[in-house]
């Protein structure tokens, strides 16, 4: 009989493969997943300028990781930091053209590998697993917000 203890031991497995996938994918643009993951989310909104701190908020990296990888996009010339006007200590991230102009390669290597995990599931079986994922998610993100209000425990219920 499967338990938890399963989805856990697949999940990783799948976050490790389908990174190693990424990776192997983007390593002739010479960026590395967590650079790919910023791109793709930057050119899902784009033109919009983010907010670095949203970046972290929205793909739950942390704070040093994310200015880790704007860095080296920004050494690369994929996006531009700027301060914002309102407020400088704010810090604004826009793709630069070489972003946009590597926005298909990119979106080509994350949807081969979304492609790749489809095979043989059906609509019905990914509707499951998302409300599954979901649930489990937000299991998580109560259990850390009550570990940040409180005396720094975890309820579980």
Not at 50 to 65: F, G, H, M, N, T
Not at 128 to 133: I, L, S, T
Not at 141 to 152: D, I, L
Request: proline residues 3%; hydrophobic residues 40%; aromatic residues 6%.
């Amino acid at each position: 009989m499967s338990s938890i203890v399963d989805v856990w031991v697949y999940a990783n497995n799948i976050i490790h493969s389908a990174r190693q996938l990424v990776n192997d994918g983007l390593r002739p643009l010479g960026l590395t997943s967590a650079e790919g993951n910023i791109l793709l989310h930057l050119l899902t909104l784009q033109p919009t300028a983010l907010r670095q701190d949203d970046i972290v908020a929205e793909l739950e990296i942390s704070k040093p990781a994310v200015s880790r990888a704007l860095a080296s996009l920004e050494e690369k010339s994929y996006v531009r930091r700027t301060k914002d006007i309102e407020d400088k200590r704010v810090s604004l991230v826009r793709l630069t053209a070489k972003g946009l102009q590597a926005g298909p390669a990119v979106r080509k290597v994350y949807n081969e590998v979304f492609a790749i995990a489809a095979q043989g599931v059906g609509q019905a079986e990914i509707e499951e697993a998302v409300k599954f994922f979901k649930l489990i998610s937000e299991n998580y993100s109560r259990a850390r917000g009550e570990k940040k209000r409180g005396n720094g425990r975890c309820s579980i219920t």
